[in-house]
């Protein structure tokens, strides 16, 4: 039976990554790249955009525009194009401009914004405000649905369901979830959904050496690989009850692990996916967990928007 592009969003495909780790434990992934927008993003524009459509917010043919680092836009360009809705996104001069490119390939408006302390590749979060701004004034010029991702609660009830699916997929039981960080909402969905039916789950987002604002310690090193994560700042709707201890990634880490994730697993995805594998198969091997546990994390994106 035929199906709309927007059936395409979700029910992602739980994979066993055993070669680029050979343990102790059992590392799975959450194929997310693998949606139509090409990242975890895509649950999130759909759902806030529904949501807006459903309560009025987002009438029929009005524009809509957002502040993305390329995921959440590529998403957001997808479902528009999808729903009938122009699209205008900012993102930070710094993004991969592989990531406007496709944008603008799915019929969006990309607006760059220069970078205020950041460089090619490493966007700080002042550089994000700026986008950000920048996408507040386009709103309110535009006459425009102004998405405000950070903000968005349907975000996390997006993931909620993603959580659900990882708990229907998985061959036995988890011990633990791994996650970068980023508006939160894939982390915070996703670990509210395993620890409300497994308690014992430990949960730990992923954050860049040096810019580690949820484990309490100050931003010493704000330009790091993690595009779209990572920002140095503690999101709106952070609930510190799902997070058990912190895990930490050096750029070093990110490039290795993106390397073996494409060369040892065939998976081309992007660093902050790199990032969450290498957390899972760290802690793995901390002594954190029993040495026959199980990790789940999320493979966030494609590497071919870099």
């Not at 680029?20 to 993003?41: N, Q, T």
């Not at 009938?84 to 390939?105: D, K, L, Q, V, W």
């Not at 931003?219 to 999101?235: E, I, S, W």
Request: aromatic share 4%; with cysteine.
């Amino acid at each position: 039976m035929p199906v709309s592009v927007l059936d395409l969003i979700g029910n992602t495909p739980l994979i066993e990554l055993t070669r680029c780790h050979d343990g102790p434990g059992r590392i799975l992934a959450k194929a997310e790249f693998l949606m139509p927008g090409g990242s975890v993003k895509d649950r999130a524009a759909l759902a806030i955009l529904r949501a807006a459509r459903a309560d009025g917010r987002l009438q029929p043919g009005m524009p809509v525009v957002e502040m993305t680092s390329g995921n959440m836009g590529a998403g957001l360009a997808v479902v528009c194009a999808a729903l009938g809705h122009p699209f205008i996104a900012t993102m930070s001069a710094g993004n991969s401009a592989a990531r406007a490119r496709m944008m603008e390939g799915l019929g969006a408006r990309v607006v760059l914004v220069p970078q205020v302390d950041g460089a090619p590749g490493q966007v700080t979060g002042a550089d994000v405000t700026a986008a950000a701004d920048e996408a507040q004034r386009l709103a309110k010029s535009e006459s425009a649905f102004y998405v405000d991702q950070f903000n968005a609660t349907e975000g996390i009830a997006a993931h909620e369901i993603t959580g659900a699916e990882i708990l229907a997929q998985a061959d036995g039981p988890l011990d633990a979830f791994v996650a970068a960080v980023g508006t939160g909402s894939t982390y915070l969905g996703i670990a509210k959904a395993l620890k409300a039916a497994k308690p014992g789950i430990l949960c730990a987002p992923v954050e860049p050496e040096g810019s580690e604002p949820l484990a309490g310690k100050p931003v010493v090193k704000a330009r790091h690989m993690l595009q779209g994560t990572g920002y140095g700042t503690v999101p709106p709707h952070w609930d510190a009850a799902l997070m058990d201890f912190g895990l930490t990634v050096t750029d070093e880490d990110v490039i290795d692990w993106h390397r073996r994730l494409a060369t040892q697993e065939g998976l081309y995805v992007g660093f902050s996916a790199a990032a969450n594998v290498c957390a899972a198969s760290r802690l793995l091997a901390s002594g954190r967990v029993a040495r026959d546990a199980t990790v789940v994390t999320v493979l966030c994106d494609t590497g071919l928007k870099y």
